[in-house]
């Protein structure tokens, strides 16, 4: 009886441990097909409507620099100033407060794999990817020791570190207030900070179960592998970029231009980013393939001509290499002019070529 029970459990668990490793496959081959900039978007919450995305460990490679969690603040500040000049880290909140980060949280830019940044009228949330083999418990004591609150329970598996607006003056000068509260999740790699103790707990709960806009979705996944992108839902694509930022006699010579460009259709999802070897890449989502096939000469138009709002023309700032439709979504290929900042300059408006 003994023996039928033991044998009993044993082929039990073996069927356990079968279909955990079936999960594991699943999840590893679908995970497989994805870039770095789908995994970091997959976290972001269901409300977000603007992504801000660094790949830092792609902008370490591309300066050839080479940093970890030692590494002196003024290596670090060398390594952010090399990024600026190359429009590499326009999209990232932490750079202001890198430098107190590297000497006191235990993670910053020098370390992180990748950052995203997530905006809503709900909240803001800052997502850190960590290496594989991070000591996330020698983050939790850097933490303690810069004077957050432990939580009573999990700290490193998603409770909330109180910190709060008046601790951070004393760590360090420049911090954002987008560190005030932290979550450390060791099984996910990932730091993630708020300046809203609730929303920043509420994004933990829900980690990875958001279903980002379709039109955010195909934007993304048009965007390759870049170092660093702004990525929009529509309404916030058609609002933020929107030529009603400029003063009237730019509002009149955009309506001319869109008149003689052709049909422009309201734009579903947007990213910008800039791709290794420095080219910038424009990707817009749009309802249906048709209006992408439309948009691809229309938008190609408008990017090429002057840039009402922005100043002179676009063809001082980037030529457009390539105008593609491909299914819902055309990609804008850019080659920016030495010098420029197209995604800096870019990322905010008004943009006449993503007039909606």
Same mark, same amino acid.
């Given at each position: 009886?003994?023996?039928?029970?033991?044998?009993?459990?044993?082929?039990?668990?073996?069927?356990?441990?079968?279909?955990?490793?079936?999960?594991?496959?699943?999840?590893?081959?679908?995970?497989?097909?994805?870039?770095?900039?789908?995994?970091?978007?997959?976290?972001?919450?269901?409300?977000?409507?603007?992504?801000?995305?660094?790949?830092?460990?792609?902008?370490?490679?591309?300066?050839?620099?080479?940093?970890?969690?030692?590494?002196?603040?003024?290596?670090?500040?060398?390594?952010?100033?090399?990024?600026?000049?190359?429009?590499?880290?326009?999209?990232?909140?932490?750079?202001?407060?890198?430098?107190?980060?590297?000497?006191?949280?235990?993670?910053?830019?020098?370390?992180?794999?990748?950052?995203?940044?997530?905006?809503?009228?709900?909240?803001?949330?800052?997502?850190?990817?960590?290496?594989?083999?991070?000591?996330?418990?020698?983050?939790?004591?850097?933490?303690?020791?810069?004077?957050?609150?432990?939580?009573?329970?999990?700290?490193?598996?998603?409770?909330?570190?109180? %910190? !709060?607006?008046?601790?951070?003056?004393?760590?360090? @000068?420049?911090? #954002?207030?987008?560190?005030?509260? +932290?979550? $450390? /999740?060791?099984?996910?790699?990932?730091?993630?900070?708020?300046?809203?103790?609730?929303?920043?707990?509420?994004?933990?709960?829900?980690?990875?179960?958001?279903?980002?806009?379709?039109?955010?979705?195909?934007?993304?996944?048009?965007?390759?592998?870049?170092?660093?992108?702004?990525?929009?839902?529509?309404?916030?694509?058609?609002?933020?970029?929107?030529?009603?930022?400029?003063?009237?006699?730019?509002?009149?010579?955009?309506?001319?231009?869109?008149?003689?460009?052709?049909?422009?259709?309201?734009?579903?999802?947007?990213?910008?980013?800039?791709?290794?070897?420095?080219?910038?890449?424009?990707?817009?989502?749009?309802?249906?393939?048709?209006?992408?096939?439309?948009?691809?000469?229309?938008?190609?138009?408008?990017?090429?001509?002057?840039?009402?709002?922005? %100043? !002179?023309?676009?063809?001082?700032?980037?030529?457009? @290499?390539?105008? #593609?439709?491909?299914?819902?979504? +055309?990609? $804008? /290929?850019?080659?920016?002019?030495?010098?420029?900042?197209?995604?800096?300059?870019?990322?905010?408006?008004?943009?006449?070529?993503?007039?909606?």
């Amino acid at each position: 009886m003994r023996r039928r029970l033991t044998i009993a459990i044993a082929v039990g668990l073996a069927v356990v441990l079968v279909a955990v490793a079936a999960v594991v496959a699943i999840g590893w081959w679908r995970d497989r097909g994805r870039t770095d900039l789908e995994r970091a978007t997959a976290y972001a919450p269901a409300d977000a409507e603007r992504l801000s995305y660094t790949d830092w460990a792609g902008v370490r490679a591309a300066l050839e620099v080479h940093l970890d969690g030692s590494s002196p603040a003024g290596d670090v500040q060398s390594f952010l100033d090399d990024g600026f000049d190359r429009d590499l880290t326009s999209t990232s909140a932490l750079v202001q407060s890198a430098r107190v980060l590297q000497a006191h949280f235990g993670f910053s830019p020098a370390t992180a794999q990748w950052e995203l940044f997530s905006q809503s009228d709900q909240g803001a949330v800052v997502i850190l990817r960590m290496p594989d083999g991070t000591d996330f418990g020698a983050i939790a004591d850097d933490l303690a020791q810069a004077g957050f609150t432990r939580p009573a329970t999990g700290e490193t598996d998603g409770e909330v570190w109180l %910190g !709060g607006g008046a601790l951070l003056p004393t760590i360090g @000068a420049d911090l #954002t207030p987008e560190l005030q509260y +932290v979550a $450390l /999740d060791a099984a996910e790699h990932l730091v993630l900070t708020s300046d809203t103790e609730g929303y920043l707990g509420r994004t933990v709960a829900s980690l990875g179960d958001g279903d980002l806009p379709s039109g955010m979705r195909d934007a993304i996944a048009a965007s390759g592998e870049p170092l660093s992108a702004s990525v929009y839902d529509g309404p916030y694509t058609c609002s933020a970029l929107a030529m009603s930022h400029a003063d009237e006699s730019d509002q009149q010579e955009a309506k001319q231009l869109v008149d003689q460009a052709g049909e422009v259709n309201p734009v579903d999802g947007f990213a910008m980013s800039v791709q290794p070897g420095g080219d910038v890449r424009v990707a817009m989502a749009f309802e249906n393939g048709d209006q992408a096939r439309t948009n691809a000469d229309t938008r190609a138009k408008l990017a090429s001509g002057p840039a009402p709002g922005q %100043g !002179g023309d676009f063809s001082d700032r980037f030529s457009v @290499a390539s105008a #593609t439709a491909d299914g819902n979504v +055309v990609t $804008l /290929d850019l080659e920016p002019t030495e010098g420029s900042y197209v995604l800096s300059d870019l990322s905010s408006g008004p943009v006449l070529f993503a007039t909606c």
